[in-house]
């Protein structure tokens, strides 16, 4: 049986954390200084400044942040974000031939823009690549996916990203973390005199919404970032405390703020997104804010009606094509890998072309996978547990043979999927001090979850509060808690066995609430 000591023990063994005076220098990047002094000759020349971003939540921070930043230094700079649906991921050709500059920066991208590299070089075109994603690597002359070796990297007047840094501690940061390291390195460079803590409330919500783990200098970043959200400083975060009137946390971003700026650039175009972190007027800000939320509701409808089409899949690979919103695949291959808790892959249908996104669980490494069947592939690109792609509708049949054959040489330990439950839990345990217990361990995420708690219980009484949600009263030695389980379709029984999470109800002053994940 679990204690609060107990709990406390094992949280405070899981987590690293830096005073942010400890935070890793911006000089251990590699190139960082090299790309700072070549903006500031561009900015003492009135040089044609363009960024290029990303339409996901963690490219357009690192696009807000550059803005944000160069709007303090006086100096004007054009910022492109790629639309989903006519560009494509990152700098492609297409998005070049719209540019005209005389320096290139990309955020949350570049790091395998080898044609576009090349073609800035041919138009006199500086470059400079700021990412986070893993690069592709050389051995003996050919390409390789491995945690060691010669990187291949674009032909770039600067290259900025942790994983080609050998000197910088912390390797996975996100995108905007970079972006905001490049704007220290170029305060350093111009001596101002720029808090650049207050771009972590922009920072917290890219870390979350890529998934970074919340340990290092991510965690001291997201608390930093969650105390600037929480008093509303920017017009974008008065219009969030405006809407959802309440204290942000960690599972806020992940939760209800991230879907809502991602659906964005999967519905629409993320510039709406963009346009809302940087708003200088807190009713424009809302504005875009419903118009988000309208986006996000149109996602999950989109979401909804895709997942129900999709047939019973029995392969150890999962790979579908449809008729499917391409701003969903993404989001339609997670649904399948929680539902069948195997590897997923979603295309949507573009003619001869189909587009997908994939997504893993456990230790099935799909960017390998993948990779080892590129002869098949037009495109590729991602990580362990994420990847996009796309191939010729002839390929599909091959390449679902080809991830089959492979997967069935990982055993069933391969594909599980850690929950984190930390042991069994009494009721004489369960209250404000265990509550203020956890909470002084968040924000919780990837690499710090939350923690879940196995549960035995008499039902005392039960009652239905709309669409299969469901609060209980639970009894357990004459302790009385409160429960709450959605979306709940099967029946309860006169006692229970089940997995929870312990939560906070604040309606009525402050009290404990057991949150019911499933019944065991």
């Keep these: 049986m679990l204690t609060k000591a107990k709990i406390k023990e094992i949280l405070s063994s899981r987590i690293e954390e830096l005073s942010s005076s400890n935070l890793p220098h911006f000089l251990l990047l590699n190139d960082i200084q090299k790309a700072a002094k070549r903006i500031v000759k561009a ?41 989903r649906f006519k560009d494509g991921y990152g700098l ?60 291949k990297l674009p032909e770039a007047y600067a290259v900025v990203n942790p994983k080609t840094s050998p000197d ?83 599972e806020d971003i992940a939760f209800q703020i991230a879907p809502r700026l991602n659906a964005a650039g999967r519905m629409a175009h993320a510039g709406v997104a963009y346009e809302f972190l940087i708003s200088k007027d ?22 909804k009606e895709a997942v129900e089409s999709i047939e019973e899949c029995r392969d150890d690979f999962i790979l579908v094509k449809g008729d499917y919103h391409e701003g969903v695949v993404g989001i339609i291959a997670s649904r399948l890998v929680h539902k069948y808790k195997k590897p997923a892959i979603v295309f949507c249908e573009k003619g001869d072309t189909l587009k997908g996104s994939g997504r893993s669980l456990g230790n099935i490494d799909i960017f390998s996978l993948v990779n080892e069947c590129k002869e098949l592939l037009e495109g590729f690109g991602g990580h362990k547990m994420a990847c996009g792609l796309s191939l010729k509708s002839e390929n599909f049949e091959k390449l679902k043979i080809a991830l089959n054959d492979k997967i069935s040489n990982f055993s069933k330990d391969d594909f599980f999927i850690e929950d984190y439950v930390l042991g069994e839990l009494p009721f004489n345990e369960i209250d404000i001090e265990l509550l203020d ?19 035995n219980a008499k039902v005392e009484h039960v009652q239905n509060l709309k669409d299969n949600h469901y609060k209980l009263i639970l009894s357990q030695d004459d302790i009385i808690l409160p429960a709450v389980i959605f979306r709940y379709d099967g029946d309860f029984t006169d006692r229970l066995c089940f997995k929870f999470s312990v939560g906070e109800n604040s309606y009525y002053g402050r009290s404990v609430q057991l949150i019911i994940e499933e019944i065991l």
Excluded at 191 to 207: Q, S, V
Aim: proline share 4%.
């Design 43 to 83: 900015l003492k020349n009135k040089e044609k400044t363009v960024i290029v971003g990303d339409y996901d939540v963690d490219g357009v921070s690192s696009s807000a942040i550059m803005k944000l930043f160069f709007e303090k230094i006086g100096y004007e700079i054009e910022t492109v974000i790629p639309d």
């Design 92 to 151: 492609t050709l297409g998005v070049l031939d719209k540019i005209q500059a005389d320096l290139i920066i990309t955020v949350d991208n570049g790091i395998t823009s080898f044609e576009a590299a090349e073609i800035c070089k041919e138009r006199g075109i500086d470059l400079i690549v700021t990412d986070h994603h893993t690069p592709l690597m050389m051995e003996n002359g050919k390409l390789k996916i491995e945690n060691e070796g010669v990187f």
């Design 168 to 250: 910088f501690p912390f390797k996975e940061i996100c995108g905007a973390e970079v972006a905001w390291y490049l704007c220290g390195a170029i305060k350093n460079e111009m001596k101002l005199k720029i808090d650049l803590r207050e771009f972590t409330d922009i920072l917290a919500l890219a870390i979350i919404a890529d998934i970074m783990p919340l340990t290092h200098m991510n965690r001291t970043l997201v608390n930093m970032g969650l105390k600037r959200l929480n008093k509303a400083l920017k017009p974008f975060s008065k219009a969030l405390k405006r809407f959802f009137n309440k204290e942000f946390k960690s």
């Design 282 to 303: 807190e009713n424009r800000a809302f504005e875009l804010l419903m118009e988000l939320d309208r986006l996000n509701n149109l996602r999950k409808e989109t979401e």
């Design 437 to 455: 217990i956890l909470e002084s361990y968040e924000p919780y995420g990837e690499g710090n979850p939350k923690p879940k708690f196995i549960g």
